[in-house]
């Protein structure tokens, strides 16, 4: 069973290179290219899991975290928030608003591959 993750960030190769990752190991993406866009995204299409980029255009990551965490439909879903900031109040205020992970740019596909198995069931543990 293959899980839909919604990819939201404003740089196009960042967009690519997850795609590109997390299709080869099983995942279905959708793409946004900001924060408005993620929340209509994410309410439509109820992806399991949603990748979050902090600093875009239109609306920043932060505050769609906090209106997706206060919609019912979108509430329950994991966010994992990743940003070049690695301002320690960036994290708290992610934590704060209902992020499950928090990773800094540049990160290794592993250390988000290692975020997401612990976020969703995998194939392995739900056929077992």
Do not use: C, W
């Not at 279905?28 to 992806?47: F, H, T, W």
């Not at 994991?78 to 934590?95: F, G, K, N, R, Y």
């Not at 290794?108 to 739900?126: A, V």
Request: glycine share 6%; no cysteine; net charge negative.
């Amino acid at each position: 069973m293959s899980h839909t993750i919604l990819v939201v960030d404003d740089d196009p190769i960042t967009q690519r290179v997850l795609q590109h990752y997390l299709t080869r190991t099983g995942h279905y993406i959708l793409s946004a290219s900001n924060g408005r866009e993620a929340i209509e995204i994410a309410k439509r299409e109820l992806p399991q899991l949603i990748i979050l980029d902090v600093m875009m255009p239109e609306m920043g990551g932060l505050t769609a975290l906090r209106h997706l965490k206060e919609m019912d439909a979108t509430k329950s879903i994991p966010v994992i928030i990743v940003t070049v900031q690695a301002a320690p109040l960036t994290q708290l205020e992610a934590e704060a608003s209902g992020a499950a992970l928090f990773i800094t740019k540049p990160f290794s596909p592993t250390q988000l591959l290692g975020g997401i198995k612990r976020l969703l069931p995998q194939p392995d543990e739900e056929a077992g």
